[in-house]
Each structure stands twice: as C-alpha cells, then as structure tokens.
C-alpha cells in the first residue's frame, strides 16, 4: 500500500544546520594558523550516512543538513534530500509526473532494481512506477564540488576515457569529472581525489595543494624532478621553505631530485678508492686548486713566477714543469697548443674559449685556428665525479660533440644556456650537465677571515627559510634554486659569483646579470699600475664598482667591467674605450671626450628642433577615430573554362 505524503511527513522533528564541509578551503593560506593542519585533514576525510536516501556524506558534496542538537542526535542528510519536492519529473519516465510517496511493504526500485522492505519513494500511481531516492536524486549523487574550481563537477562517463587533466596538466586514460559550466576544465578522479595535506619522506614539513598560483616565479623548479611548472597546474607547496613539487611527483614513488642531501642518505655511490684518477668535486675550499690534480702536485695560481727552462714553464716554489704543449685538447684535438704569456701589459686580455672568461695570465694558443684557452682550461680532466650527481661520472663533451648537438642544454647550476664552443661536462645517463666553470671552480666552502662561520654551497633552497634571498656582497636578489653559498647559522647567503669577492673583502663590484655561476673576472689579475703619456699620474687597473662614475670617453656605466682609474683626479674610463693593443695617449682621450660631448650636444638640440617644428604644425588636435575606415571587399574569381 502506498500513500502520497507531504513533506512535513519526513522532516526530522530538530531544527537543522546547513554545514559547508570546504569553507575553510576557500582562501585558505598555508601559514594561517588559525587551522590546524590535522583538522584540515580531518575535514577531508569526513564520511556520514544521510538518514533519508541511505548514502553516503562526504568532503566532496560540500554542503549538508545536520541536527542542531547534533551533541545528542546524529540526524544527517544531503543538502538535495533536505531540498526533495513532493513531485518530480524522472527522464526515465517522461509520460506521468511521480509523486512522493510512502509505503511500509517491500517494493522493487525500476530504475536499479533494488529491492526494499519499506520506505520513501518516488511513484506514479497510473502504471505502478517506482524509484527510490537514491535514483531520484542520481545527477545531484554524481556532482561534486572542489575547492580547486569555482563550479560543480560531474563525471558523466563509467567507462574509462582519454584526455588531457588540467590540474597536472597531462593526458590520462580513466575516469573524468568535468565542469558543468567551463567547457575546458576537466580533472582526472586521481588528482580530483588528492589529499589537501600531504606528507613526504622528502621534507621536514607538511605540503599544502595549491589550486591556484598565478605568480608562480619562471625559476622555480620541482624539488623531486627538477623540472619547472606551469601557471595553471595545481601543485604542493610548504610553508615553511620555498618547496615546490608537481602533484604526480609528489604522489610517485620517483627518487627526490638531489636526494643525496636527505637525511640519512650516504655521501655516493662512485668510491673515490676505487678511481684513484678521478677528481670529486666540489673541492674542499678555496685554497685547493684543480691544476696541481691535472699537472701533478704544486700551486699553479701565481703566475707571475713562472720562467721558461728548457722547453717547459717552472714554478719558482717547486720543479714541476708546466707543458710547453698539450696535445689533443677537448677543444681543439687537431692541432696542439702552445702556451704562451700574455702581453707584457697586464691590462691586455684575451677571451678563452673554453669557458668565456677573459684572462691576462697565462694560456695555451692554436695560433692556426686561432683558439686560446687560459691554463685552466688546458687541463680540464676528461672525467669527474659531483656531490649533487653522485650516482653517475660526469663525462667532458669536447668540442666535435658540441657541433653536432643541435639542441640547447641549460647548465644545472646557474641555468644559464651552454654556448655551442664552450667545453662542458654531461651525464650520460641523465639530462644534467654543469658549464666547466660550475663544477671545476666552485669549491664546497669558502670563509672570509672577518667572519665566524664558513659559507657552504647550497644546491636547492634552504630549508625553514621562506623570506627573499639577497646577496651580502652586491646587495642584489638572489634565486636560491640556482648554486649559491650560505651559512645556515647567520642567516646569509652570496651568489656563487660573488664568491671570489668575499675572500678579498670587496664590495660592489660585481652585476649578476646574464653570468654564468663563477665570477667573471675569475682568471684576471688587477692592481697594476699603467701609465698613460701625457697625464700626470698613474692608472690603476680595475674592475668598475656601481660607486665609479660614467666612463669618461663613451659615457657609459662601467659596473662590472674593466676600467682605467685615476684615482687623483678621479678618472675613470673602459678599457675597452682605449682600444686593447694600441699605444694610449692622454691627448687621444681628451680627444674622444670633447668628441662624445660634442655629439650629445648636437643630439639634444636636434631633438629641440623637432619639437618646435611639431608644435608650429597646422591642426594639432587630436583625433578621436582614424581619417579611414577598412571596409571588406568582395574578391571577384574568374572561373577558367571547362576542357571540352
């Protein structure tokens, strides 16, 4: 027996409460202390029965009905069975209106099929159709909402489908819920389904999935694939540390880029006992030097004493020679290079073309080919070993693989583009690749001997450290996912490039901007003195500090560059001004300033004259639309005759 109710008839006997199970979600900021991380997860994995249709509450529905004596009665029910209307149209039964009815003997829902003892249904009396709730409520069953977008979600589709998740932005085979409004937002139920708080064995603290991260830095990169993200794609972020991952890495079991960093994990995996010839780097600290590895032992940095006997350069601290030629360099196996000494001027320089620094010490010279590289270069082992790559050697890519590469790889380190000429080191097994500057001449510590803790090279940003990163020597920001030096106990971190400063106390001489990871002036020697005829007094040889004024002769900046400098008379100017090799006379430069000066005056009274010649024009008032308008034309096609 059925019988048609009102539903006054099924409404629970307690005042209810509307419950939104995501309002904390919506806005939430991960160092909010207002919520706890364990009661956001909690609220997550909410679950209840709703007492009308039987099935199950959860996070995902969002909104519910509970008892407001809820400390006493555990009444719950779906927002839409709270909502339920005496009549309803059912798509599956389009003849009849079904009415809401009631019954205390078993009867078989048409639509599932499920039998049921007694209960609420929906009925048309004219040809004894029923369904039960559960069915009459399907399409609300089947929505969901998500904190990550602003409509309802639905998964039309049983069977598995291909297409491409927005949240991790790639393509998947499986089950899909789609906006019902946006035609473009789709998510795969495994990252509709992630967890809003996550703990990883990578990192001290607990990630939070950000939906949205529209400011997202272009040089932050995943810390378990090291690859960089996209605008739109959700990820997991911490609070506390600028740490980043993608959310299939962070739900993968894929090993953690730089894991050899972790806690608890051993050192590598290449024994140096078992590869005797074979250098580790990074070196220790500042005093070691990779030539004394390369040409058996001594310190090769002081150029200057080096002399000539027979056929070999000799130390005077030591009797290693030093070769007269090398053969078969990575750079230029064809011909062997001869070293030879710069310009008795120190200031004259030349460009190495290994690693694109400029020297003016010692080198080794193809004079055919016209390839110079500085002795450093000379000797770069053809094989090492890193701290941040410890599972694999790192090979030398000489100069005919370089040509034969076509595609452009970014070094690991500074993430600046390799130069087709320069020789670089590669693994053979992954995509890492380090500059020769990056991985030779970085050491693992350096100290300056007016601080109390050494700086440590740092791969990934610090962890428990979320504040902006600047540099203490050139006072300019810093990106912590390219290598720099920090001391974790101070609080202070330096650009790798500014490394060689701080070891001699120097401040403001140095611009980061397009540099590789070592210092620019590396393999220059400053301090000498030069004497230019016809001026008073000596010039010293310098690199420009943001504090030196224009160069004298072109008027330009010299920070970070090469300068003459009197500092008498406070003159500065470029050495690249002078024109390198060429006999400088203080005329000659008083010459090209009265020139540049000359010029910009001509300049600014040009730029007068056109302005007054603009304002006597006739009609100078503006106007609001164009004097045409484009119209379309209609193409006329001659259509050609037709073969007989």
Not at 45 to 52: E, T, V
Not at 523 to 540: A, T
Request: aromatic share 12%.
């Amino acid at each position: 027996m059925f019988k048609e109710v009102r539903l006054e008839e099924i409404q629970h006997e307690h005042l209810l409460i509307l419950e939104d199970l995501q309002s904390i979600y919506q806005g939430y900021e991960e160092d909010d202390d207002d919520f706890d991380d364990l009661d956001l997860i909690a609220m997550q994995n909410f679950k209840c029965i709703c007492d009308i249709c039987g099935r199950g509450i959860d996070w995902y529905h969002r909104y519910y009905y509970k008892c407001s004596r809820w400390s006493s009665c555990s009444y719950s029910i779906h927002k839409f069975c709270g909502e339920l209307l005496t009549t309803f149209e059912f798509p599956a039964h389009p003849t009849h209106t079904i009415h809401l009815n009631k019954t205390s003997h078993s009867w078989s829902c048409h639509s599932c099929h499920t039998k049921h003892q007694d209960g609420t249904c929906y009925r048309c009396s004219m040809c004894n159709y029923e369904i039960d709730l559960r069915c009459a409520t399907f399409a609300n069953q089947s929505m969901i909402h998500h904190p990550g977008h602003l409509h309802q979600l639905i998964s039309p589709a049983i069977n598995p489908t291909l297409s491409k998740c927005y949240p991790c932005g790639k393509e998947h085979k499986g089950v899909f819920y789609h906006c019902i409004t946006c035609f473009n937002f789709s998510a795969h139920v495994d990252c509709v389904t992630l967890p809003f708080k996550l703990t990883l064995d990578h990192h001290v603290h607990m990630l939070t999935l950000s939906y949205y991260f529209p400011d997202i830095p272009h040089h932050i990169k995943c810390r378990i694939c090291g690859m960089s993200f996209s605008e739109r794609i959700w990820l997991y972020k911490c609070s506390k540390c600028r740490y980043y991952v993608h959310v299939d890495c962070a739900t993968s079991a894929g090993e953690p880029f730089m894991s050899i960093f972790l806690r608890g994990r051993s050192y590598t995996n290449i024994e140096a006992i078992d590869y005797p010839n074979v250098i580790h780097y990074p070196l220790l600290d500042e005093s070691y030097n990779i030539l004394p590895h390369q040409v058996l032992r001594g310190n090769y940095r002081d150029f200057d004493k080096i002399k000539f006997d027979k056929g070999s350069y000799i130390h005077s601290s030591h009797d290693h020679p030093l070769p007269c030629e090398l053969e078969n360099h990575p750079g230029q196996p064809q011909h062997p290079l001869v070293l030879f000494h710069s310009m008795p001027d120190k200031y004259i320089k030349f460009k190495c073309n290994a690693c694109g620094l400029d020297c003016n010490g010692f080198g080794y010279v193809c004079f055919r080919c016209n390839y110079v590289v500085d002795v450093h270069c000379g000797f770069i082992p053809e094989k090492i070993t890193h701290e941040t790559h410890p599972s694999h050697f790192l090979s030398r890519v000489d100069a005919s693989s370089i040509r034969s590469t076509t595609t452009a790889m970014a070094c690991n380190a500074c993430e600046v583009i390799i130069p087709e000429s320069e020789v670089y080191f590669k693994c053979n097994f992954c995509d890492f690749y380090l500059h020769n500057l990056c991985a030779l001449h970085l050491p693992k510590t350096i100290k300056n001997m007016c601080d109390r803790h050494p700086l440590k090279l740092s791969y990934s940003p610090i962890e428990d450290y979320k504040s902006e990163y600047f540099c203490e020597v050139c006072e300019e920001g810093l990106v912590p996912e390219k290598w720099f030096y920090h001391c974790q106990e101070c609080r202070q971190s330096i650009h790798s490039t500014c490394a060689p400063l701080i070891l001699q106390s120097e401040q403001d001489n140095n611009s980061i901007s397009n540099q590789h990871g070592a210092y620019k002036f590396l393999n220059m020697k400053f301090g000498g003195l030069v004497v230019i005829q016809g001026h008073q007094h000596s010039f010293s040889f310098l690199a420009g500090t943001k504090s030196d004024s224009d160069c004298y002769i072109c008027g330009r900046n010299m920070h970070s560059e090469l300068i003459f400098k009197c500092f008498i008379c406070q003159i500065a100017f470029h050495v690249r001004c002078c024109g390198e090799g060429r006999e400088i006379t203080w005329s000659s430069i008083i010459l090209r300033n009265v020139a540049r000066i000359t010029a910009t005056l001509a300049a600014i009274m040009r730029q007068k004259h056109k302005h007054k010649v603009k304002l006597k024009q006739d009609n100078p008032s503006l106007t609001f639309y164009p004097s045409e308008v484009m119209r379309p034309v209609t193409q006329h096609w001659k259509l050609l005759d037709q073969p007989g």
